[in-house]
Nanobody, 124 residues
């Protein structure tokens, strides 16, 4: 059973960096495409980044491309989101999710399992 737990969120200043981690305690992460999504207050959940099962292909929303990088370590059952040059507009709860699709899809409807979220707050 896939069981996802995010960590690494916190309060930072604009221009700082954070690394989020998502661990599958069910130890089946290598079987899934992994995605990152975020949701700010009163806004729709937004796709951020995704990575295929081997880590060879990634996909990013335009607003984070060049600043954020997702990677994975299947031996540790962990996926990461490295966030650099953070902006106040990045403030949100960040979620990781797992999909049975072989493609790093941005469509949240394709993701079957979700973590509890971790809060990222970026001040000016």
């Amino acid at each position: 059973q896939v069981q996802l737990v995010e960590s690494g969120g916190g309060l930072v200043q604009a221009g700082d960096s954070l690394r989020l981690s998502c661990v599958d305690s069910g130890r089946t992460l290598s079987s899934y495409t992994m995605g990152w999504f975020r949701q700010a207050p009163w806004r729709k959940r937004e796709f951020v980044a995704s990575i295929d099962r081997s880590g060879g292909h990634t996909h990013y929303v335009d607003s984070v491309r060049g600043r954020f990088t997702t990677s994975r370590d299947n031996a540790k059952n962990t996926v990461y989101l490295q966030m650099n040059s953070l902006e106040p507009e990045d403030t949100a709860i960040y979620y990781c999710a797992a999909s049975s699709s072989v493609l790093p899809t941005p469509n949240d409807a394709i993701y079957d399992y979700w973590g509890q979220g971790t809060l990222v707050t970026v001040s000016s």
